[in-house]
């Protein structure tokens, strides 16, 4: 059922032409200042904006069983395509996902998108390495086999060959390096220069907003379309009110978004109009101002524009109260009950559902008049009154959390799975095309329920509420185990789960546990409730701020500092200081890293991790003395931790068949307990240390560097291509393309040349016996200030074997042996690997002593 708004639907109609018209004569260019794009509705809530925005693109793609008043206007000629973005419950705009709609939406044999797909492969590599791109199939069309057919006809003079199969780092490299280079095939692409800078974002920060951008992309790909063949495309984003935040964090994606998809009516349902003609908000927001969007001025009377959508007037609400009487399962309305609903609405559609629910609950009883026209919180009673008890409490549950899944509620509730099903059937249950949670509430139910009176027979007390908010978080906890292997599911369920924290001060160590465990700390940021002092759960989102707003570096050391100078509970603030060690340690800056370990080992002495973590801290600052006062004083129970480190010494001591037993051990363990991406830098590490005593072979480093690639581990990338690099270092022409290689995955993450790059190219040097090679490696070896480390300080033994004086000091890694001892050890080792008889030497002197 569905009542009038005819002047909103009229609005529409008009926009659509006036858009179709616009497309035909080349208007909605991206060229073009001018955005004349947006159609907005907005309205409180409650006033039935979803259902117009569902209603509104039913009619346009003639699906609409029966049009009623809408029949003064027939939709346009030709095919139109329509996508529907539902911001209901969400905190974030997903940009990848809105593009990859519009690119399903048009999608069609014949019709060809080259500039967005690569941009779009490009992302994906280095943004969600060793994921494949999500089933794009559109009315029976496989979308996603045009993109990889798109790739592998414009790129295969690039030598990439592309399937099915998840993208990689290495995917996204090729795909860069051949843009830039202008190696395509397409000579149309070779003309589009923001495919050049789209690469150059992606490589340097595949980040949301580049996503957002890629949508310009897919403008381009259209406007190179021949005007008969460019379609008409309708864009539905419902509940934008969700993303509309006080910061613009994420409004500022949607802006993105829409301003570059000229071509593209966007139909916005919202509480909020649209601001974005304010000139102020320029600092906010990527495109602002009259001059920019001059349809969403208040004072603009042609569509497309913004539209109040008001209540419904009392002659709309007994139009549709008499149409339904009798009808689709209601009982007959008599005149009485329809004045009485009438005059309880005040034109709100959401009362009127509800009204019905309560008179088809009657079962056959009379209706009378005294039961309808309370007020809307009352309402919501009734509704629940007449539900069987059972699914009272399902209501109630669901109530707590802005979407659900029918396991959710039923695991929570401990309830049947056919109790679970007839209420998600329910006229006040909401289903939309969320993948993992697809059920919802309306908001004025939730808060209907939130405000139940206690007196109420079965209402819960606030302490019932707590209560089961305990139990959802718990029954997500499961959720998220059985997820491991899919991040951004499992973002999904521990988004709830903050949320039920936030909501009702709950603490959940499992879940800061799982926060942290998933990778890209900037998109788990985005996702959590609003930072506060004064709960966990606003203390656990506090911490993570310091990966928003683009913060890197020495910023994001600054904001955790500031962070921990607050009053905050023991757990998180052992987990602030935690995530700040690793960052000072990244940092090379082992003092401070070191620091905070021991301050959180005094307090939790029997942690092994703790203890663990301490020991690498004083090993890599090469506290050696104190390093094996620490393991007396508190030693590894885990023998694979105990050898690990015991490993890490014989390699800075040289021995090197010794160094290898402790990783290959500690990578058995970490594949059995589920660790995969541990185990594989441990992995690298037995490669790498294999690799100086010529005992690994170019497949094993391949093998090595596509499992990395597939989780796009960058530095364990790095390591196997130096590993790779010493076993070519003879050919210069395998070797010059490995290095190659290496320079390319080091722009990708914006890194810098590090140990493995230093040790595998003074290898290569010494091997091509090039003097000026070596001087210059070495002299910008030096230029980088490099604190001592383990590895620096095997880098600085490659260095000395050429000819270079010292760079450190001797190191007394235990106090029975002689640092010359170790130093004459890697001199054998160094001189064993130079004389591989294999080797292809390419200078004169073969290598130099």
Known sequence: MFTNRVDEYTAFATALRVHGERIRAGSTALGHP???????????????????????????????????????????????????????????????????????????????????????????????????????SAGGFDVRGQITDTLNETLSDAGASFGLGP??????????????????????????????????????????????????????????????????????????????????????????????????????????????????????????????????????????????VGKLSDTDVEQYLRAASGTAGNPELAPEVIARIRSGAHGLPL????????????????LTAAAFGGPLPELATRVFANLPERERELARAASLVPRFDEDLINQATDGLIGDTHRFCRRTLVTRDDHPLFPYRLHDAVRAAIAHESVDEPGAWAPDDRTAMARRLVETLGRRSKSLLGDSNRRLDVLELAAGLCADHDLV??????????????????????????????????????????????????????????????????????????????????????????????????????LRY?????????????????????????DPTTALRIKSDLAYLRGLLDESVVGPVTRAAYLREEGKHQLALDNDATVLWRRTLVGRSTPDECDALLSEADRYGETLTMRTALAAKLICLAGDISAAQDVIAQSDGVIRTASGLRGWREWTSRTVFGLRQGDRAYLDQLHETW??????????????????????????????????TEDPDTADQRWHVTITSLLEDPQRQSGGPNGYMA
């Open 167 to 308: 993208l990689t780092v290495r995917t996204g490299i090729r795909i860069v390096e051949a843009v830039r280079e202008n190696r395509l095939r397409n000579r149309t692409l070779r003309r589009c220069e923001p495919l050049v800078h789209i690469m150059n974002q992606a490589q340097q920060d595949p980040s949301d907003y580049v996503a957002a951008t890629l949508a310009g992309l897919l403008s381009w790909d259209l406007e190179n379309l021949a005007a008969d063949k460019r379609p008409v495309v309708v864009a539905f984003a419902d509940a934008a009110e969700y993303v509309q935040g006080d910061d613009r964090a994420q409004e500022r994606l949607f802006n993105r978004i829409v301003h570059l998809t000229p071509g593209v009516l966007w139909v916005v349902t919202s509480r909020n109009r649209l601001d974005w003609d304010a000139p102020h908000l320029n600092q906010l927001l990527p495109a602002t101002g009259p001059q920019t969007w001059p349809g969403l001025r208040l004072e603009t009377q042609e569509d497309p524009r913004q539209h109040l």
């Open 351 to 366: 009362y009127l559902s509800l009204s019905l629910s309560i008179a088809r609950a009657g079962q056959g009883d009379p």
């Open 613 to 637: 973590q301490v020991a690498r801290a004083l090993q890599s600052k090469g506290d050696f003395a104190e390093l094996h006062q620490h393991l007396s004083d508190y030693p590894l129970v």
């Open 782 to 815: 030096l230029s980088r200030n490099t604190p001592w480390s383990l590895n620096s300080h095997v880098v600085d033994r490659f260095f000395v074997f050429a000819g270079y004086p010292a760079r450190y000091g001797p190191v007394q890694v235990i106090p």
């Open 34 to 136: 001018a955005r004349r794009n947006v159609l907005s509705f907005y309205g409180i809530g409650g006033i039935g904006k979803t259902e117009l925005s569902r209603r509104l693109e039913s009619w346009a793609r003639g699906e609409l069983p029966d049009p009623g008043d809408w029949s003064g206007n027939v939709p346009p000629e030709g095919p139109l395509h329509s996508v529907r973005i539902d911001f209901h419950g969400s905190r974030v705009v997903n940009a990848v996902d809105i593009v990859l709609r519009l690119r399903a939406a048009v999608a069609a044999r014949g019709r060809r998108f080259p500039a967005f797909d690569l941009g779009l492969a490009a992302w994906w590599s280095l943004a969600r390495p060793g994921t494949a791109l999500p089933d794009l």
């Open 508 to 609: 959940a160590p499992w879940l800061a546990d799982a926060l942290t465990d998933l990778p890209g700390f900037a998109r788990t940021a985005e996702r959590l409730p609003p930072a506060a002092p004064d709960s966990w759960m606003g203390q656990v989102s506090g911490m993570f701020e310091a990966w928003r707003h683009g913060r890197a570096g020495l910023r994001r050391v600054a904001c955790l500092e500031e962070f921990l100078e607050g009053p905050l509970r023991a757990d998180v603030r052992a987990l602030a200081q935690l995530r700040l060690a690793y960052l000072h340690r990244t940092r090379s800056a082992f003092g401070p890293s070191l620091q905070l370990l021991k301050g959180l080992l005094a307090e939790t002495p029997e942690s092994q991790f």
